[in-house]
Nanobody
Framework: QVRLVESGGGLVQTGGSLRLSCAAA????????MGWYRQAPGKQRALVAT???????NYADSVKGRFTISRDNSKNTVYLQMNSLKPEDTAVYYC?????????????WGQGTQVTVSS
């Protein structure tokens, strides 16, 4: 069984910064791509950023230049550094990872962490 444990959300003022972390725990062979998604009230869950095991990144246009995704493969952890935060960044942020276990390849989600940006 694989679990993704997120941390780092909170309340911040416009222009502030937060850093989210997501660590994969459990028994598995390897982790492929990891990413962050967010869901604002009344909206669908949307991609924020992804990173492959080799370090290639992809960002939503709305966060380019402000957010940075990174990962530490030795710790099975992905990070999201969020700078110049705006009220429209307010959402529940979810970590996602593609994980290869002995039986299958599956995608897993974290429990979500709330990010609130006040104006």
């Amino acid at each position: 069984q694989v679990r993704l444990v997120e941390s780092g959300g909170g309340l911040v003022q416009t222009g502030g910064s937060l850093r989210l972390s997501c660590a994969a725990a459990g028994t598995f062979i390897s982790i492929n791509a990891m990413g962050w998604y967010r869901q604002a009230p009344g909206k669908q869950r949307a991609l924020v950023a992804t990173i492959t095991s080799g370090g290639s990144t992809n960002y939503a246009d709305s966060v380019k230049g402000r957010f940075t995704i990174s990962r530490d493969n030795s710790k099975n952890t992905v990070y999201l550094q969020m700078n110049s935060l705006k009220p429209e960044d307010t959402a529940v942020y979810y970590c996602n990872a593609g994980v290869l276990s002995t039986l299958e390849f599956s995608y897993y989600w974290g429990q979500g962490t709330q990010v609130t940006v006040s104006s």
